[in-house]
Nanobody, 119 residues
Framework: QVQLVESGGGLVQPGGSLSLSCAASGSINSRSTMGWYRQAPGKERDLVAVIRYGGSTNYADSVKGRFTISRDIAMNTAYLQMSSLKPEDTAVYYC?????????????WGQGTQVTVSS
């Protein structure tokens, strides 16, 4: 099993920046995919960014050019650097990790961290 602990959420003004961290422990390895989803009140959980083995990344259109996902393999930690934040970025952000277990992908989730963008 994989345990994920997020940190770094909080309140920020529009146009500001915030960095989230996701520390993984357990059966995580360098080949695991990690990423971030977010869920605003009354809305579905949507993919924000993903980083795969080898370092390839994908982003939701709404955050391209503003958010950057990265990963420290040695520390088993993923990061989400968010800049030029907008009120519509307000949501609970969830980290996830996909681990290949005997040919099956198992997804683990963090507990979520609140990001509020407001003046």
């Amino acid at each position: 099993q994989v345990q994920l602990v997020e940190s770094g959420g909080g309140l920020v003004q529009p146009g500001g920046s915030l960095s989230l961290s996701c520390a993984a422990s357990g059966s995580i390895n360098s080949r695991s995919t990690m990423g971030w989803y977010r869920q605003a009140p009354g809305k579905e959980r949507d993919l924000v960014a993903v980083i795969r083995y080898g370092g390839s990344t994908n982003y939701a259109d709404s955050v391209k050019g503003r958010f950057t996902i990265s990963r420290d393999i040695a520390m088993n930690t993923a990061y989400l650097q968010m800049s030029s934040l907008k009120p519509e970025d307000t949501a609970v952000y969830y980290c996830y990790a996909d681990v290949n277990v005997l040919g099956s992908i198992r997804r683990s989730w963090g507990q979520g961290t609140q990001v509020t963008v407001s003046s």
